[in-house]
């Protein structure tokens, strides 16, 4: 739960508060009115109570009139109250834009947060056996997504290969008895669920409370590591921990019976109602916090597995703990990361996922391809939309530009409509129509002179005909 001030904490318990929202680029507000936020947060993935989850967090702003490019910007969210003529700000976290959707004067925007960084293969250079710390900040740096480390450290005995960081943190989270996710603050973080101070009685939230008819409780541990031959053939080698029905059952080739030991010691015994419940938005809530809801016949411990909060004017929040019954629970080779042990030997020449430093091949064709950098020698494009374009060489055909800014421009043919210009040098023109204020010529020859008042210097007319003269002042030869 976010600490703020005990003023914040008593304001957002009553009825009149009045909680507004800010988004920011690069620390300073983007200065758009923000019409919607929706904050989508958890730390359980599935139908049940998984192990080392590694969820990531987004939102989705409907914002009038950014007046900014904010596609592939890494924006902050806030939620705050006005505390004593002064706003105190409680930040959601650290969010990617993706591409921005224009609807009318509204623009409509879905940003995810730093997990998504850990989607990159994870090529360790450091010598195994190795702590999960050391790993995590190699990730860490890798990946340039900060580690707030947890205290308690396990050995990798092998070197994880062909993985992502974020696969790897996963199955990290799995031996130390955790999840993952991305803090309010930006930083990769495995933790477990504690309880806040934090009930919500009856006159807290919107009926109805749906929840389970009894309690889970975590009594056991069970985890494949890989295929073993037996006497009825080939199946799964796993690991035990606890005695009991209820339990969590799930895949880490690098688990070891002592770090599993640990893990459950860790967690073994946590007890919850599932359930899911509406209730009256508090800022202060984070992914795994356990609150107390009151359905007026007793309390019930509520894990936030997954969390909504919902500004449109006012705060609203959405919570949800999921758990199967005991006639549920099996202990099948499922797990969060949804990985098989065997998966290289499932998919001998179709391969669902490449993961490489570098690759080189004459031909690759694909339907679609995202990357963070891209260098050619040569590149035939049919379509291009880009966000910005630099280039040192550009040949085009045809050009169609809304607005250009061009320090120096040369061609054969130009044709405008319209020219504004500061200075203007030409050897030769042709002008159907002329006017200005001042004009300078070292020679002019024209069949007709019309001008409405005019000066020539002395001796400037050599041979004239003319019709008539009016002159107050005639000298002649």
Same mark, same amino acid.
């Given at each position: 739960?976010?600490?703020?001030?005990?003023?914040?904490?008593?304001?957002?318990?009553?009825?009149?508060?009045?909680?507004?929202?800010?988004?920011?680029?690069?620390?300073?507000?983007?200065?758009?009115?923000?019409?919607?936020?929706?904050?989508?947060?958890?730390?359980?993935?599935?139908?049940?109570?998984?192990?080392?989850?590694?969820?990531?967090?987004?939102?989705?702003?409907?914002?009038?009139?950014?007046?900014?490019?904010?596609?592939?910007?890494?924006?902050?969210?806030?939620?705050?109250?006005?505390?004593?003529?002064?706003?105190?700000?409680?930040?959601?976290?650290?969010?990617?834009?993706?591409?921005?959707?224009?609807?009318?004067?509204?623009?409509?925007?879905?940003?995810?947060?730093?997990?998504?960084?850990?989607?990159?293969?994870?090529?360790?250079?450091?010598?195994?056996?190795?702590?999960?710390?050391?790993?995590?900040?190699?990730?860490?740096?890798?990946?340039?997504?900060?580690?707030?480390?947890?205290?308690?450290?396990?050995?990798?005995?092998?070197?994880?290969?062909?993985?992502?960081?974020?696969?790897?943190?996963?199955?990290?989270?799995?031996?130390?008895?955790?999840?993952?996710?991305?803090?309010?603050?930006?930083?990769?973080?495995?933790?477990?669920?504690?309880?806040?101070?934090?009930?919500?009685?009856?006159?807290?939230?919107?009926?109805?409370?749906?929840?389970?008819?009894?309690?889970?409780?975590?009594?056991?541990?069970?985890?494949?590591?890989?295929?073993?031959?037996?006497?009825?053939?080939?199946?799964?080698?796993?690991?035990?921990?606890?005695?009991?029905?209820?339990?969590?059952?799930?895949?880490?080739?690098?688990?070891?019976?002592?770090?599993?030991?640990?893990?459950?010691?860790?967690?073994?015994?946590?007890?919850?109602?599932?359930?899911?419940?509406?209730?009256?938005?508090?800022?202060?809530?984070?992914?795994?916090?356990?609150?107390?809801?009151?359905?007026?016949?007793?309390?019930?411990?509520?894990?936030?597995?997954?969390?909504?909060?919902?500004?449109?004017?006012?705060?609203?929040?959405?919570?949800?703990?999921?758990?199967?019954?005991?006639?549920?629970?099996?202990?099948?080779?499922?797990?969060?990361?949804?990985?098989?042990?065997?998966?290289?030997?499932?998919?001998?020449?179709?391969?669902?996922?490449?993961?490489?430093?570098?690759?080189?091949?004459?031909?690759?064709?694909?339907?679609?391809?995202?990357?963070?950098?891209?260098?050619?020698?040569?590149?035939?494009?049919?379509?291009?939309?880009?966000?910005?374009?630099?280039?040192?060489?550009?040949?085009?055909?045809?050009?169609?530009?809304?607005? +250009?800014?061009?320090?120096? #421009?040369? @061609?054969? =043919? !130009?044709? $405008?409509?319209?020219?504004? &210009? /500061?200075? *203007?040098? %030409?050897?030769? +023109?042709?002008?159907?129509? #002329?006017? @200005?204020? =001042? !004009?300078? $010529?070292?020679?002019?020859? &024209? /069949?007709? *002179?019309? %001008?409405?008042?005019?000066?020539?210097?002395?001796?400037?007319?050599?041979? !004239?005909?003319?019709?008539?003269?009016?002159?107050?002042? *005639?000298? %002649?030869?």
């Amino acid at each position: 739960m976010r600490q703020t001030s005990e003023t914040f904490a008593n304001k957002t318990e009553s009825a009149d508060r009045r909680i507004k929202t800010d988004i920011r680029l690069q620390g300073n507000s983007i200065g758009a009115e923000i019409r919607s936020l929706k904050y989508h947060a958890g730390c359980n993935a599935g139908d049940s109570i998984a192990l080392g989850s590694s969820v990531s967090a987004y939102i989705d702003l409907t914002i009038y009139k950014p007046g900014l490019i904010l596609q592939d910007k890494e924006i902050q969210a806030f939620l705050g109250m006005d505390i004593d003529g002064t706003m105190e700000w409680v930040p959601l976290g650290f969010f990617t834009v993706q591409k921005p959707k224009e609807d009318g004067e509204d623009t409509r925007i879905t940003a995810f947060d730093r997990m998504k960084k850990l989607e990159k293969p994870y090529f360790s250079k450091l010598s195994y056996p190795a702590g999960t710390n050391a790993m995590l900040q190699e990730i860490g740096q890798m990946r340039a997504v900060p580690v707030k480390l947890p205290a308690r450290s396990v050995t990798f005995q092998e070197k994880p290969e062909g993985y992502t960081c974020r696969e790897v943190v996963t199955y990290i989270a799995q031996m130390l008895g955790c999840f993952a996710i991305i803090n309010r603050d930006g930083e990769l973080e495995l933790k477990w669920y504690q309880d806040v101070d934090h009930p919500l009685g009856t006159d807290r939230y919107w009926p109805p409370y749906e929840r389970a008819e009894q309690d889970y409780s975590l009594n056991k541990l069970e985890c494949t590591v890989g295929r073993e031959e037996g006497e009825e053939g080939t199946q799964n080698k796993t690991l035990a921990a606890g005695a009991g029905i209820r339990g969590i059952s799930f895949a880490n080739p690098f688990m070891t019976q002592e770090a599993l030991d640990a893990a459950y010691e860790a967690i073994k015994g946590f007890q919850f109602r599932p359930g899911s419940v509406t209730a009256f938005g508090d800022p202060r809530i984070e992914a795994g916090d356990v609150l107390t809801v009151n359905d007026g016949e007793g309390d019930h411990r509520l894990p936030v597995m997954n969390l909504i909060l919902e500004w449109d004017g006012g705060l609203s929040m959405e919570i949800e703990a999921v758990g199967n019954a005991e006639t549920e629970e099996n202990f099948d080779t499922k797990g969060p990361t949804a990985k098989m042990i065997d998966r290289v030997y499932t998919e001998l020449f179709l391969v669902d996922r490449v993961l490489a430093n570098k690759i080189e091949a004459d031909y690759v064709e694909a339907n679609f391809v995202k990357t963070e950098r891209f260098e050619s020698l040569e590149a035939s494009i049919q379509d291009l939309d880009v966000t910005k374009l630099t280039a040192r060489v550009a040949v085009i055909e045809n050009a169609y530009v809304d607005k +250009a800014e061009i320090k120096e #421009l040369r @061609g054969e =043919y !130009a044709e $405008f409509k319209n020219t504004v &210009t /500061q200075n *203007l040098q %030409a050897v030769s +023109a042709d002008v159907t129509a #002329l006017s @200005g204020r =001042y !004009a300078t $010529f070292e020679k002019v020859t &024209t /069949q007709e *002179l019309i %001008a409405a008042k005019g000066w020539m210097a002395e001796g400037a007319i050599g041979d !004239a005909q003319i019709s008539s003269v009016s002159a107050n002042k *005639l000298k %002649a030869g």
